[in-house]
């Protein structure tokens, strides 16, 4: 069975910063590309970063320069380093993995969520 279990939320001010970190129980399969996610009150859940097995990584514009994702595939755990939060960082932060066996994709699978808020 696959569980994904973040931790690492809170509060803090306008200008400080979080890490966020995720570890994935995976069993026989393999981890494929992960990601983090997040979703502000009455909007969509919008991708925040990701990074493949390999280590290339993608962010959304809004993040660039200031969050910095990071996987250990050793300990199967991803991370996300977010540095100067604004309020808009406010939100659930989701982990989210592509779990694969041999080649197939098994399923894409979510953590529960932690709890981001920023405070002007």
């Known amino acids: 069975q696959v569980q994904l279990v973040e931790s690492g939320g809170g509060l803090v001010q306008t200008g400080g910063s979080l890490t966020l970190s995720c570890v994935v129980s995976?069993?026989?399969?393999?981890?494929?590309?992960m990601g983090w996610y997040r979703q502000a009150p009455g909007k969509q859940r919008e991708l925040v970063a990701i990074?493949?097995?390999?280590?290339?990584?993608n962010y959304a514009d809004s993040v660039k320069g200031r969050f910095t994702i990071s996987r250990d595939n050793a300990k199967n755990t991803l991370n996300l380093q977010m540095n100067s939060l604004k309020p808009d960082d406010t939100g659930v932060y989701y982990c989210?993995?592509?779990?694969?066996?041999?080649?197939?994709?098994?399923?894409?699978?979510w953590g529960q969520g932690t709890q981001v808020t920023v405070s002007s």
């Open positions: 989210n993995a592509r779990i694969e066996l041999m080649t197939t994709t098994v399923g894409v699978y």
């Open positions: 995976a069993g026989i399969f393999k981890i494929s590309t």
């Open positions: 990074i493949t097995s390999g280590g290339s990584t």
